[in-house]
C-alpha cells in the first residue's frame, strides 16, 4: 500500500480487510467518469431469468448466471487506464485488476444482499455522483452482526480478507442517481 492516500480510520468492529480512501478521485475526473458510464450501452444486471434494476457494462470478464461460469468480456477500454492504474497502486505492488464493472443506479436501485463470485479475489469500489450507504453484515449465531461504511462520492473501498469472505454486502436504495466502478483482481485458481 503506497502511503499517497489518506485512509479512513476504522471506527469500531470495522470488517477485518475492508478499507476506504476518501477523494479517491478529483471532481473533474469524476464528471469524465460519469459521462464515460453514461454513454456505455449499460444493461439492467442480468442473474438467470430476473433482472436487476441497475444497469451494468463489464469488461475484461463477466459471469454468467446461466452457464455458472465467467466468460470473456469486451477489453477493459482505454479510457479506465489511469484510474485502473491508480487502483493497482492503491492495491499494492502486484495488484492486477483484470474485471471491471461500470454500474448505474437510478433513484430508488440498490443492491441486494450478496458476496462477490469466487472466481475474484479483491474487490475494489470507486463511488461518483453519489453518496450511499454500503452495508455490511455476517451472521453471529442467529443473529447479524452489522457494519455501514458512507461511501462518499469520489470514494474508493477495498474489499479484502473477512470483509469480501465472509461478510455479505448491499446497498439500499440510492436518493440520488449513483454510479460506480467495481475493480476485480482474479483468484489463484483463475489467473
Ligand atoms: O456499486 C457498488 O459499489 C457495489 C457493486 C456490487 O456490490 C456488485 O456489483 O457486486
Known amino acids: 500500500m503506497t502511503e499517497q492516500f489518506a485512509f479512513f480510520a476504522s471506527l469500531s468492529r470495522d470488517p477485518e480487510g ?9 471532481p473533474e475526473t469524476e464528471g469524465e467518469l460519469i459521462g464515460r458510464i453514461a454513454a456505455l450501452p449499460l444493461k439492467p444486471f442480468q442473474f438467470g431469468q430476473y433482472e436487476g434494476k441497475r444497469r451494468v457494462a463489464s469488461f475484461g470478464f ?9 466468460r470473456e468480456a469486451e477489453p477493459i477500454p482505454d479510457w479506465l487506464g489511469p484510474v485502473l492504474r491508480k ?5 499494492g505492488p502486484e495488484t492486477r485488476v483484470r474485471q471491471v464493472l461500470c454500474t448505474e443506479y437510478d433513484f430508488g436501485v440498490g443492491i441486494g444482499w450478496h458476496r462477490d463470485k469466487p472466481h475474484f479475489d ?6 461518483l455522483g453519489s453518496a450511499c450507504k454500503f452495508r455490511f453484515r455476517r451472521a453471529a449465531g442467529d443473529k447479524w452482526e452489522r457494519f455501514t461504511l458512507d461511501a462518499e462520492p469520489r470514494s474508493l473501498y477495498m ?9 455479505e454486502h448491499s446497498i439500499p436504495a440510492v436518493e440520488a442517481p449513483r454510479y460506480s466502478i467495481t475493480f476485480r483482481t482474479m483468484a489463484e485458481r483463475n489467473t
Open 122 to 127: 479483491r474487490i475494489f469500489g470507486l463511488s
Open 87 to 91: 487502483v493497482e497502486a492503491f492495491g
Open 159 to 167: 474489499m479484502s480478507g473477512a470483509s469480501r469472505r465472509v461478510w
Open 18 to 26: 475492508l478499507q476506504y480512501a476518501a477523494d479517491f478521485v478529483s
Open 62 to 70: 463477466s459471469y454468467d448466471y446461466v452457464l455458472r461460469r465467467l
